[in-house]
């Protein structure tokens, strides 16, 4: 026991000499404020002792070498980081929660796609008709199934093999369903929401006719204003977009908007939503991980 104590503690010096230490952060007085870099290094050092006490955490953590305790380190030092930039999405999310509300949307921030969903389900009951715009993001939080397997009707035209027709009626009829689920392409620190579409099933829908409207938007999709939002759509969503859907269209090859006259061109339709409009229920879900495009 005492020679692997020894080992440990080697190891530990071995960190601290191999790790390029982070300068405190310090106020104006000069002391080191809560939360700095050196308080974080400092803390993950001490899990580094303690989950070296035991054989049994040491080989579990794959401690085998003296280089492995400093890949525990940074591994460490990461997932801190990671922490970090969690903190700062958190409050970033809240902020254009609280921006959306002052624009008279319900708006919410919720960490993960799992509690986006549950979110969601408040408002679903069996009978519940769901319209569902032209959404990645709401592909991915995996809900259209489980909607469907409890007797909801669902209103998806992306459903294959649907003739021209039936898209069009689909499409018709989400606007007048009980519940309509979209992302929106952009909202702004301002609280605006930002969408751009091809045919305008999806931002009608969003504006006017369902019972109530839910989007359900990650950080990702969050700019300072519209000018920005306008560019983010151009330039980051319609390309990935037109190359999902192997449009022949230029922003789907070089990934950049190049304002084309193409028949296929998907951005005609943009709409800006500064306030909630008037006859509309709309709750904006913004979620703190990465979803869509």
């Avoid at 259209?144 to 035209?157: I, K």
């Avoid at 649907?162 to 606007?175: H, T």
């Avoid at 045919?199 to 990702?220: D, L, M």
Wanted: hydrophobic residues 35%.
């Amino acid at each position: 026991m005492k020679t692997d104590r020894l080992q440990n503690e080697k190891r530990i010096r071995y960190v601290r000499r191999n790790t390029r230490p982070l300068p405190p952060k310090r106020s104006a007085v000069g002391s080191r404020e809560p939360g700095s870099a050196v308080e974080i290094s400092d803390a993950y050092v001490v899990e580094i002792r303690q989950s070296m006490r035991t054989k049994k955490l040491q080989m579990k953590a794959g401690l085998t070498e003296t280089g492995d305790c400093a890949k525990c380190y940074n591994d460490l030092m990461r997932r801190a980081m990671d922490k970090n930039k969690q903190w700062g999405i958190e409050k970033r999310c809240e902020k254009a929660a609280e921006r959306l509300k002052s624009h008279e949307f319900d708006a919410i921030y919720v960490r993960t796609k799992e509690e986006a969903v549950r979110e969601i389900l408040k408002d679903v009951t069996p009978a519940t008709k769901v319209g569902v715009g032209g959404s990645v993001t709401i592909r991915q939080l995996g809900i259209l199934e489980p909607l469907r397997a409890q007797g909801n009707t669902v209103f998806d035209h992306w459903i294959p093999g649907l003739s021209k027709e039936q898209s069009i009626e689909i499409r018709k009829s989400q606007m007048t369903s009980d519940l309509f689920l979209s992302s929106s392409n952009a909202i702004t620190m301002h609280g605006e929401l930002v969408n751009i579409d091809g045919v305008g099933n999806r931002v009608n829908a969003i504006s006017f006719g369902p019972k109530k409207v839910i989007i359900v938007a990650s950080y990702n999709k969050l700019v300072e204003n519209v000018e920005e939002a306008i560019k983010r759509v151009r330039n980051v969503a319609s390309p990935a977009n037109s190359k999902r859907l192997n449009m022949d269209v230029p922003c789907g090859k070089v990934g950049v908007c190049t304002d084309c006259n193409s028949p296929d061109r998907a951005c005609r339709v943009i709409v800006i939503l500064e306030r909630r409009p008037m006859l509309s229920d709309i709750l904006v879900i913004l979620v703190g991980e990465e979803l869509g495009y």
